[in-house]
T-cell receptor
Framework: LAKTTQPISMDSYEGQEVNITCSHNNIATNDYITWYQQFPSQGPRFIIQ???TKVTNEVASLFIPADRKSSTLSLPRVSLSDTAVYYCLVGGSRLTDSWGKLQFGAGTQVVVTP | NAGVTQTPKFRVLKTGQSMTLLCAQD?????MYWYRQDPGMGLRLIHY???????AKGEVPDGYNVSRLKKQNFLLGLESAAPSQTSVYFCASSYSFGRGEGGNQPQHFGDGTRLSIL
């Protein structure tokens, strides 16, 4: 089961780009990398998922190097409403993989100030 | 379309009491999950279900039981509550792996049940 390591917290100002790096040194061949966002008193919300290289959607970008031992979530031009906890997950794509034991970890608390 | 609904939202129990948390989803998802979230520990998977009538253990299953009698409902039971089970419980659901181009299907979460056991 791939363990993930993220910074505990990050601070940023409005309008800046925030990059959160997640380490997952023992990622398995079938594992995907998924990021979730959680606001206080709410359940987590899916942001983005990738397997290799770069993935971009309307909310964020995910950069994955060739060795896949880490990944970076990039939030462009953050606003106050981006203040939340961000979780990096690594898990298999099939039931026979590590999916059944997906771990959210403690996540990264991002605080955006004016 | 309500998504994932959890009831109750708050509950206080005494040690040894039993209760059931209800999760309902209206997205026709095959998979459903129960997590607990404790301060500084993120979410931990308790049990999950890949379809009606089937359940499986997650990372921290001890002290909990689950049932999935209907596709849209996933129940989490505490037979004899203990203070260590004080936590925020989240239910989630997702499509099965057969959809899309691979990878884990996004999980849709409810807003949680805050449970305190005295």
């Amino acid at each position: 089961l791939a363990k993930t390591t993220q910074p505990i917290s990050m601070d940023s100002y409005e309008g800046q780009e925030v990059n959160i790096t997640c380490s997952h040194n023992n990622i398995a061949t079938n594992d995907y990398i998924t990021w979730y966002q959680q606001f206080p008193s709410q359940g987590p919300r899916f942001i983005i998922q990738g397997y290799k290289t770069k993935v971009t959607n309307e909310v964020a970008s995910l950069f994955i190097p060739a060795d896949r031992k880490s990944s970076t979530l990039s939030l462009p031009r953050v606003s106050l409403s981006d203040t939340a906890v961000y979780y990096c997950l690594v898990g298999g794509s099939r039931l026979t993989d590590s999916w059944g034991k997906l771990q959210f970890g403690a996540g990264t608390q991002v605080v955006v100030t004016p | 379309n309500a998504g994932v609904t959890q009831t109750p939202k708050f509950r206080v129990l005494k040690t040894g009491q039993s209760m059931t948390l209800l999760c309902a989803q209206d997205m026709n998802h095959e998979y459903m999950y129960w997590y607990r979230q404790d301060p500084g520990m993120g979410l931990r998977l308790i049990h999950y279900s890949v379809g009606e009538g089937t359940t499986a253990k997650g990372e921290v299953p001890d002290g909990y039981n689950v049932s999935r009698l209907k596709k849209q409902n996933f129940l989490l039971g505490l037979e004899s509550a203990a203070p260590s089970q004080t936590s925020v419980y989240f239910c989630a659901s997702s499509y099965s792996f057969g959809r899309g181009e691979g990878g884990n299907q996004p999980q849709h979460f409810g807003d949680g049940t805050r449970l305190s056991i005295l």
